[in-house]
């Protein structure tokens, strides 16, 4: 695996070499990671991925000064999983100059959900990924289902910014007892870690539920955030939409998602599934 830090050697390596498939990354890997890396290797030629933990999708008191930086051990991670090129950029390779530039997505899918506890999250998502793609210049990138609204938005994004790129959904990964891969886990505590698969539980009693009929969505959404909030959690949202565009559903509506965001202790954890 070549390790690049500036464009220009990306560039210079990735000339003439066929299909480019992408995976972008912040680092802290995990199998998940590995495994939307394996899926995007037999999808192209070369495979590339990126490490750069961005700036602009962190507010005011969220964790970029404490994101675990785990260079040497992702590196390893990434070559065992096929990547032929990374690019690991450092803040003045990807930003020169003051980002005054800003792909803004639209209000109605990006200020909802996550947008709502993350204000400007993904209109920093949004910017990074638009200038990571005119950087690579991919021709299939692949982001993953746990972070469902992202998809949702990148997708859109190169929909109807005409982008040459095909966007392929990965899979979420789980331990064996449902909880999803996230970097976040680690700040667990063992209590919280036996605790934190009961996200992924009330999740799927939502589907389970849906598929038996129900369509009364709050009070599913209810149901769900009164069984977090007694068992020690604060759930930001549980949430029944519309897998296109995660508007709310009506009661005839198929292609659904549910998804869900709570806080357990200090650790905000998030996860969805299709309906």
Known sequence: MQIHTTITSLRA???GGGQISFVPTMGNLHEGHAALMRQAGGLGDCLVSSLFVNRLQFGPR????????????DCEKMAAAGVAHLFAPDEGEMYPRPQSFHVQPDPAQADILEGEFRPGFFRGVATVV?????????QVAVFGKKDYQQLMIIRNMVRELNLPVEIVAGETVRDADGLALSSRNGYLTAAERAEAPR?????????QAIAGGARDWARLEDKAMAELAAHGWAP???A???QLDLQYPAAHDSGLVVLGAALLGSTRLIDNLEV
């Open 240 to 242: 029944v939409r519309k």
């Open 13 to 15: 390596a990735l000339e």
């Open 199 to 207: 996200l992924h539980r009330v999740l799927q009693a939502i589907r």
């Open 62 to 73: 969220e964790d970029f000064d404490t994101y675990p930086r785990t260079f040497a051990a």
């Open 236 to 238: 930001q949202y549980v």
């Open 130 to 138: 638009m200038k990571l793609f005119a950087i690579v210049q991919p």
